[in-house]
């Protein structure tokens, strides 16, 4: 048990941390590129996307060590309009990552069910995602005040 809990308690420092050094290397990157301020404000939105889509990569690193595991918990799926049975154990590594698209989104999971530690670590990762989106938004909307030109 407490195994599983430092294991998911790395998952966020790592990404944290991630999270950290992209917007840092953004805010130091977009000023010198000296672009336009709408391609300025793409790269900071692709930046940020990146660095989303690797930190759900990584949670869903977890998700799969995890269900490697087998007895820290599993993916059961349904069929596709989410009503049946659920029962098939989803163990694939494209599981993990659909799955942990869905909990860092806050989207919300209908055809996939955790059992287990992966309760745990979709919530955790549901409230880790809430946080970095957030902080996503903020740097956006600085970067966004020193680029816009009201005319």
Sequence with gaps: MLLSILLILLL?????????????????AIPKIKASPRL???LGI?????AHLLEITIFAGGFY???Q????GSLLGGDIQGHGLFGTP???FIDSLYFSLTCYTSLGFGDLAPTGWLRFLA???????????????SFMYLEMQKHWKVK
């Design 12 to 28: 966020v420092v790592i990404c944290v941390l991630i999270h950290f050094e992209a917007l840092n290397l953004l805010t130091n």
């Design 40 to 42: 300025s404000i793409l």
């Design 46 to 50: 692709l930046g940020c996307f990146g």
């Design 65 to 67: 060590f995890f269900i």
């Design 69 to 72: 595991q087998e007895t820290l």
């Design 90 to 92: 989803s163990t694939g």
């Design 123 to 137: 919530g955790v990762e549901a409230l880790t995602g809430l946080l970095l989106i957030a902080w996503t938004a």
